[in-house]
């Protein structure tokens, strides 16, 4: 399977623990974007990569957050601290940017839980 | 108000009803796209339109740039048509998403 992975599916942990998620993207795609989604609602842009670098940061990314592309391939989402607040779906997503479709792949997500 | 809008918020059909969900965005883009969500997460890319028309199968998503309003349709709906269709508005510069709130699909046998 060629596609973008996320490690873990579920995670449930206790408030104030740090959690961090995992994305591998499509090998050759050198953009990954990390999304949050909340029940019932689209999801909302975190922040993203071109390579290792990490380009824009959204509000929404407090300073409990953060990201990680080492070496321009998996990445890394950390959340110190965790608040209730924090239960979401995390959604990965890679492109090849300098193609012609600049098409988003999904992973299928991280559904985070915080008690 | 959101950059990118979508109407309705949840939809029931019955199977074989032709459907419409709408979306309307205030940003300037080069092309919108469609997704699809199904129950546990997965995201698919359905279409990237910049103007015009697309195709594909049953699925037909059309856009108007200049009244910045796309529609997805659906012909001889399905029951495994159900899932949350979203559209998304690309921004610069990383094409990072403004996506809209999402169309919860239920087709009914």
């Known amino acids: 399977d060629t596609g973008v992975s996320q490690n873990p599916r579920h995670k449930i942990t206790k408030r104030g623990q740090n959690v961090t998620f995992r994305c591998d993207p499509i090998?050759?795609?050198?953009?990954l974007y990390w999304y949050r989604q909340t029940l019932g609602q689209g999801p909302e842009f975190l922040t993203y990569?071109?390579?290792?670098?990490?380009?824009?940061k959204s509000r929404l990314l407090s300073d409990r957050f953060s990201a990680e592309r080492p070496k321009g391939s998996f990445s890394t989402l950390e959340i110190q601290r965790t608040e209730q607040g924090d239960s979401a779906m995390y959604l990965c997503?890679?492109?090849?940017?300098?193609?012609?479709?600049?098409?988003?792949?999904f992973g299928a997500g991280t559904r985070l839980s915080v008690l | 108000k959101n950059e990118v809008e979508q109407s309705p918020q949840n939809l029931t059909a019955q199977e074989g009803e032709f459907i419409t969900i709408n979306c309307s965005y205030s940003?300037?883009?080069?092309?919108l796209h469609w997704l699809q969500q199904h129950p546990g997460g997965g995201i698919v890319s359905l279409f990237m339109?910049?103007?015009g028309k697309k195709k594909h199968g049953r699925l037909i998503a059309t856009i108007n740039i200049q009244e910045k309003h796309s529609s997805l349709h659906i012909t001889a709906s399905h029951p495994r048509d159900s899932a949350v269709y979203i559209c998304?508005?690309?921004?610069?510069?990383?094409?990072?998403?403004?996506f809209g709130t999402g169309t919860s699909l239920t087709v009914i046998p």
């Open positions: 090998s050759e795609h050198n953009r």
């Open positions: 997503a890679s492109s090849f940017e300098g193609g012609t479709k600049n098409i988003q792949y």
């Open positions: 940003v300037g883009i080069s092309a």
């Open positions: 990569f071109q390579n290792e670098a990490q380009l824009e």
């Open positions: 339109l910049s103007s």
């Open positions: 998304a508005a690309p921004r610069l510069p990383g094409n990072q998403f403004y």
